[in-house]
């Protein structure tokens, strides 16, 4: 058993979340048991992960994706989203969130995670959100093509991916990493004069702009390539602490 005080320095020293100019509060957004002794995993905080949360008894709730955003502005507690809130104070649990943290750590990060699934190695600091990076770059141990790259991430997310692409059959040798929802963001590995440029979500034009650009780009979807970062908080946290760890997964195609 392990107090919510410890849980959170422990998560303040590993993600130093203060170094990043994020859109969300990071750390523990709902305050529930002062002891904690079984803690869920999930990428986000919905209404599906918040009731396993609960059916499962667990004390807290660690996500990536949390309830509260600067985009979303001040929101009432009512309709959905008290549906969300509501069981976590009801049963007294812990709600705590890493964003941008948990993206761009150079370990546990989702891109680095990644990236290491993948064989990427000499891995550096990629992607720059207000001064801090937010994913990693690095080079394939053994050069693929286009469609051999786009297979292999296609088993790693177990998730269909889009690629866009110059010329299937080219090698890629140099990747750039931003997972989630930076679709816009293959213009950096153009200006660092990267091969390909892995993300979530892509949009119709950059679909087009890309690959005229000469960059090859993979969309793995938003949930299928943010799933490493917190698996991996969860493997870190069941080392550390004598707590009991569970990760819940999520059907979001997305």
């Known amino acids: 058993m392990i107090t919510r005080q410890q849980l959170g320095d422990y998560y303040q020293a590993l993600l130093r979340p203060e170094t990043y100019a994020d859109y969300c509060p990071n750390g523990l957004q709902v305050e529930g048991a002062e002891q904690i002794e079984r803690i869920a995993f999930a990428v986000s905080a919905t209404r599906d992960s918040v009731n396993q949360a609960v059916e499962s008894k667990a004390d807290a709730l660690v996500v990536h994706h949390g309830l509260f955003w600067t985009f979303h502005g001040a929101k009432t507690l009512t309709g959905a989203f008290a549906r969300r809130v509501f069981p976590l104070v009801k049963n007294n649990i812990n709600l705590f969130a890493y ?77 750039g990493i931003i997972t989630g929802g930076a679709n816009s963001e293959w213009r950096l590995a153009e200006k660092a004069q990267l091969d390909a440029y892995i993300t979530g979500e892509i949009s119709e034009h950059d679909w087009h702009e890309s690959q005229e650009a000469g960059i090859h780009m993979f969309a793995g979807g938003h949930n299928a390539t943010e799933q490493f970062g917190i698996r991996a908080l969860m493997d870190k946290t069941c080392r550390h602490f004598a707590v009991e760890c569970f990760f819940i997964d999520s059907e979001n195609p997305a």
Not at 150 to 160: A, D, F, G, I, P
């Open 99 to 175: 964003h941008l943290p948990l993206d761009g750590h150079p370990d546990i990060g989702n891109a680095a995670v990644l990236g290491q699934m993948i064989n990427c190695n000499q891995q550096q600091p990629f992607g720059d959100y207000k001064g801090s990076p937010t994913g990693i770059k690095g080079r394939l141990e053994q050069p693929l093509s286009a469609i051999e790259l786009q297979q292999k991430l296609e088993s790693v997310l177990k998730h269909h991916v889009i690629l866009a692409t110059p010329d299937s059959n080219a090698l890629i040798r140099t990747v």
